[in-house]
């Protein structure tokens, strides 16, 4: 693969012994300190034999609920290396569903998950391939139901942390990135049957933050107000001289200080920007109510009197208080009352870049910098924006990695941050 795509499966290859794996008392594969492993799951690389890697991990704006993260990695399969029913194949007895598998890019891992289903094509012209579709760890928790129990009163992110250490979840440890959330939530009684991820994605919206699987297949939970991860230095652009042309941070991003051109920045070309202005991130009547709470509505009639009634309802919250629902609607009233011109997504061609780690090390919930001249007419426009969705397409010849934006035109206060910890300019959250 021209841009270093590696994909590699867990086989546990000591369930069936192959020319590998230590066999004891065997005369070959029975020496201690030989080349060979010892019984148990490891990671084998396939990339010799992939064809195409397709990912897409995210949601497509800051409204939708995170979606389980997806794979498809196609394999030459004309030895049978993949059929479960050859019995000479090197992971025979492994080819099955649910064997964990990660692939990177230059180092960097694009996704972690389990492989779902092995589906065999096979051409009477010998051309076979073992196509495999894979999932991240939210499937897991789709699959996974709550005994009844009553969660106590505690914060988003420590109802997060404790729906994971139930028995009946036992999320790893070691596979959690939990951020503080700002938003408390009333003890609840949980009934049994309840979906787990659907009862993790009320907390999600609750919160309005994000719970996704990242890259490297760990559990994140970012809060409302969790502190800004830096501003990468990767420039998706379509200018690659000091951008005298553009906006300096003005647009739509006026309430924001220029944050570039810097020295570090690391220019990369886009291939394709899609831009939006509509109705699809327009609410001007919010509705926000708690189980066993009141109800807030926000209005703003300007808008509703330029454009027609859209409502945002988010009913059936778990926050502790009224104070907190009434805080969320006018939240959201301010953030969505007026369309926007929003840069959906932008496209990066990575055999057209010198700086495939760097591109590809961007993660969901990073900052980036985008400026774009529509048909290089007029002044240009920089935005800041966050990264709420990655998706990889690659074949042998071609890797492209398209990113779902949402527009910053706001951050919390980041006490003593230089750039998001002046008064007057960040918000102080929620």
């Not at 498809?72 to 050859?86: I, K």
């Not at 005298?244 to 690391?266: E, K, M, Q, R």
């Not at 959201?332 to 926007?340: A, G, N």
């Amino acid at each position: 693969m021209t841009t270093d795509v590696r994909v590699e499966i867990g086989f546990d290859l000591g369930a069936s012994p192959g020319p590998t794996v230590f066999v004891l008392g065997d005369p070959v594969q029975g020496e201690l300190d030989s080349e060979f492993v010892l019984a148990g799951e490891l990671f084998y690389d396939v990339t010799d034999a992939v064809r195409s890697v397709s990912v897409r991990r995210g949601r497509s704006r800051r409204l939708d609920k995170s979606q389980t993260g997806s794979a498809a990695v196609t394999l030459d399969n004309r030895l049978r290396t993949f059929d479960p029913l050859y019995s000479a194949g090197p992971y025979f007895g492994q080819i099955k569903p649910r064997r964990p598998i990660r692939i990177s890019v230059s180092g960097q891992a694009v996704f972690t998950g389990l492989i779902e289903d092995w589906n065999l094509d096979y051409d009477l012209s010998g051309d076979s391939i073992a196509s495999v579709s894979c999932v991240d760890g939210f499937v897991l928790l789709a699959g996974a139901e709550f005994t009844a129990h009553t969660a106590v009163a505690e914060l988003s992110s420590e109802r997060v942390a404790s729906v994971l250490s139930r028995p009946e979840v036992a999320w790893p440890a070691g596979l959690r990135d939990i951020a503080t959330g700002s938003q408390a939530l009333q003890a609840d009684v949980v009934d049994g049957g309840t979906n787990v991820l659907n009862y993790l994605q009320l907390v999600e919206e609750t919160e309005v933050g994000s719970i996704f699987v990242a890259a490297d297949g760990v559990l994140t939970f970012k809060g409302a107000n969790t502190p800004s991860a830096a501003i990468q230095d990767v420039v998706l652009t379509d200018n690659f001289d000091p951008p005298t042309n553009y906006n300096a941070g003005v647009s739509y991003v006026a309430a924001l200080p220029y944050v570039g051109p810097a020295a570090a920045d690391i220019l990369v070309p886009y291939e394709g920007v899609a831009v939006e202005y509509g109705t699809e991130t327009l609410f001007n009547r919010v509705i926000v109510s708690r189980v066993n709470g009141g109800t807030a509505v926000a209005d703003d009639e300007a808008s509703r009197a330029e454009y027609g009634v859209s409502v945002l309802d988010r009913s059936g919250q778990l926050s502790a208080d009224d104070a907190q629902v009434s805080a969320v609607a006018d939240y959201l009233l301010s953030r969505y009352k007026q369309p926007e011109v929003r840069v959906r997504e932008m496209t990066v061609n990575l055999l057209a870049t010198q700086s495939i780690p760097q591109v590809a090390a961007i993660e969901i919930g990073n900052l980036l910098r985008t400026r774009y001249t529509p048909n290089g007419v007029g002044a240009g426009i920089e935005q800041l924006a966050l990264v709420e969705g990655v998706a990889h397409a690659s074949t042998p010849n071609s890797h492209r990695v398209t990113f779902a934006l949402d527009p910053v035109t706001a951050l919390p206060f980041e006490l003593d941050n230089p750039t998001w910890g002046v008064l007057d300019l960040s918000i102080l959250g929620l």
